[in-house]
Nanobody
Framework: VQLQASGGGLVQAGGSLRLSCVAS????????MGWFRRAPGKEREFVAS????????RYLHSVRGRFSISRDNAKNKVFLQMNSLSPEDTAVYFC?????????????????WGQGTQVTVSS
């Protein structure tokens, strides 16, 4: 069972990136999915999550209105659209599969983690 995140890169402040995460080995269509990030010198933090059906999403306060999480269960993928990026968004972004169907926010509610993709926002 693997989660593979991609789509990171270097972008100027104000720009956009779309992260993708694809699951292989099994389907996560019945699980909530999430994105976390770890900025340099900081602890990993919750960014966004979505429930199994894609109806309910939750966001870190500082990204609400700029980031949008979505999923395509037919393709076993989850996405994070990031707009109006700022240098404070620079981090390694991780996707994760939840233990249950709802949109969780705590790391302990996620059981499978991807390897991370680097997002760097220049000022």
């Amino acid at each position: 069972v693997q989660l593979q995140a991609s789509g990171g890169g270097l972008v100027q402040a104000g720009g956009s990136l779309r992260l993708s995460c694809v699951a292989s080995g099994r389907t996560f269509s019945n699980n909530g999915m999430g994105w976390f990030r770890r900025a340099p010198g900081k602890e990993r933090e919750f960014v966004a999550s979505i429930d199994w059906h894609g109806d309910n999403a939750r966001y870190l306060h500082s990204v609400r209105g700029r980031f949008s999480i979505s999923r395509d269960n037919a393709k076993n993928k989850v996405f994070l659209q990031m707009n109006s990026l700022s240098p404070e968004d620079t981090a390694v972004y991780f996707c994760a599969a939840g233990r249950r169907a709802f949109s969780a926010t705590s790391e302990s509610d996620f059981r499978v983690w991807g390897q991370g993709t680097q997002v760097t926002v220049s000022s």
